[in-house]
């Protein structure tokens, strides 16, 4: 692998993006492919959002829509990361990626296989590498965060958010019904207790208020107007209310995956 071969990250949420801040940050060539409806809650710190904004900006990195692959050459001369609506890799054959890193974060395999590139590399549950992929990245809170798994898979999704605050599953909203998604708030906003974050829209013309069972911070919030299912995740409260600015910055989760991510393709890059 040469420092100016492509590295492909599938998903643009915000470990994807921590992902894809840490590769910007040390020269590398990036692509992002998102879907064309993405659903982060951390949408401050979540390349994502350039699918319906066109462009965002994440710590100083620039994120801008492209139509086709053949338009990210005038990004990258921008020192900017395009992001292609291509949920499924078609433009896989004509990139030719040196490194696809599977950072959707879906706890299952999406359709990543090793013929992707000569390195592949999967964050999290619901791939085994050596099969799947070539490496898997740990994404679980706790001593083996960001650990490097060349046999096996990650840790199973407990379905249980990992502890912030003294808070873990409390933090996390989910849509109560299957509607349409309303704000009431915005992202880094205090609330309380009780209160009303957002609303459900549902078929038959109710609004299901979505109520927060803890105080604090507002740091992610699902985009106004989301169709959601039942059980959907739409918002994230951080106790901490001293931490407001960790709204718009990159978590420690997200940079620690990020530094293994790095690692492994700078050992390609030595070999």
Same mark, same amino acid.
């Given at each position: ?18 992902? /894809? ?10 692509? $992002?492919? &998102?879907?064309?409806?993405?659903? +982060? ?11 319906? &904004?066109? &462009? ?23 020192? #900017?990361?395009? $992001? ?16 696809? $890193? ?14 992707? +590139? ?10 085994? #590498?050596?099969?799947? /992929? ?16 060349? @046999?096996? %898979? #990650?840790?199973?999704?407990?379905? /249980? ?31 309380? $207790?009780?209160?009303?974050?957002? @609303?459900? &829209? ?48 990159? %978590? ?5 995956? #990020?530094? %293994?991510?790095? @690692? ?8």
């Amino acid at each position: 692998m040469k420092r100016d071969d492509l590295i492909v990250v599938r998903g643009g949420g915000d470990l994807a993006t921590g992902v /894809v801040h840490r590769l910007w940050s040390a020269g590398l060539r990036v692509l $992002v492919l &998102e879907t064309a409806h993405p659903a +982060a809650i951390r949408r401050q710190v979540s390349l994502c959002e350039a699918v319906y &904004e066109g &462009e965002t900006a994440v710590e100083g990195m620039r994120g801008i829509r492209v139509e086709t692959l053949a338009d990210a050459d005038a990004v990258w001369a921008q020192n #900017a990361v395009p $992001v292609l609506i291509d949920p499924t890799g078609a433009c896989l054959p004509q990139a030719r990626p040196a490194v696809l $890193v599977d950072a959707i974060i879906a706890k299952k395999n999406l359709g990543t296989t090793r013929e992707m +590139a000569p390195l592949t590399i999967a964050l999290g549950p619901g791939f085994a #590498a050596g099969q799947d /992929v070539d490496v898997v990245v740990e994404t679980k809170r706790g001593h083996k965060l960001g650990r490097i798994i060349r @046999e096996g %898979s #990650a840790a199973p999704n407990s379905g /249980v958010p990992g502890i912030i605050g003294g808070y873990g599953a409390e933090r996390v909203l989910h849509a109560q019904a299957a509607g349409i998604f309303r704000n009431l708030h915005s992202i880094a906003d205090f609330v309380e $207790v009780g209160e009303a974050v957002a @609303e459900i &829209e549902t078929p038959d013309g109710q609004r299901l208020p979505v109520v927060t069972q803890i105080s604090g911070i507002l740091r992610g919030l699902l985009r106004d107007g989301y169709p959601v299912t039942k059980g959907f995740k739409v918002a994230d409260v951080d106790p901490r209310r001293a931490e407001l600015e960790n709204c718009f910055l990159i %978590s420690d989760k997200a940079r620690c995956i #990020a530094g %293994s991510v790095l @690692e492994l393709i700078a050992a390609e890059c030595w070999n």
